[in-house]
């Protein structure tokens, strides 16, 4: 026989197990809808909700990335690059240019300035490329870079805040050329701050002292003399697309 408590017991067990399911169940319904509701009232950023498409662009960050990684640029053997480079664009690298009092500004997301030498640069771990550098003219030519990864670059210089913004920008010393990168491929793999041209110094016409490589771009966003570097969540401008060339020029 049970006594009074077990029975009372049992009764109370069972009522549980029927009875949970039944709130947890409320409970979901409950958290769907509120959510529903509270998504609902969120302002819209282009016909999406901010929660939606903050979702969505983060999922666009992370695919762009992921693309852009996986995607390089073939790479040749040392022999196949030429010996007599080809020079094609001279904005920005007019006779006035002083390399003794040449420095690179990094304009930080903030606004306060990195005022750097090349040394700084030079100091850094250094990559090779070998690729074959198109320009949207219709040539392309197989030449040997040297310099710094810009992703190390902005690692080794803690541009942390900066790496997670949407674009970065470069231009000339006397700003006549300028160009605009997505982040993802300002950080690939091959994207080079290049201080050497076939194991040497850039010559002037190349963009010494400092310049980009950026093999899955077009020739156009390859600037010559870096003279400055920012950071923006927007589209920094951009000399060719101001003149209807496509912005990401990317191959
Ligand atoms: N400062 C500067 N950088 C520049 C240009 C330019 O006119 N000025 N032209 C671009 C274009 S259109 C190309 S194809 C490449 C050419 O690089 P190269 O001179 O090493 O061949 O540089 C790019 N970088
Ligand atoms: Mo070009």
Known sequence: MKTLEEKTLSKKAILNRKTIPFWVFNLFVLAFMYGWIWIHDQPSAEGVKQPLRTVLDKNEKFFN???SNAHKAKSYSLSAAAKNVRVNGNLGLGNDFDPGTWALHVIKAKGDTVTLKLDDIKKLPKSEIIFDFKCIEGWSQVTHWGGV??????????LNDEIAMNYIGMSTPDEEYYVGIDMPSALHP???LCYEMNGKPLPMNQGYPLRLIIPVKYGIKSLKRIGSIYFDNERPPDYWAERGYDYFSGL
Do not use: E, R
Not at 149 to 158: E, G, I, V
């Open 65 to 67: 990335n992921w693309i």
């Open 190 to 192: 091959q994207t080079l």
């Open 149 to 158: 990864k810009l992703s190390d670059f902005m690692k080794a210089y803690n």
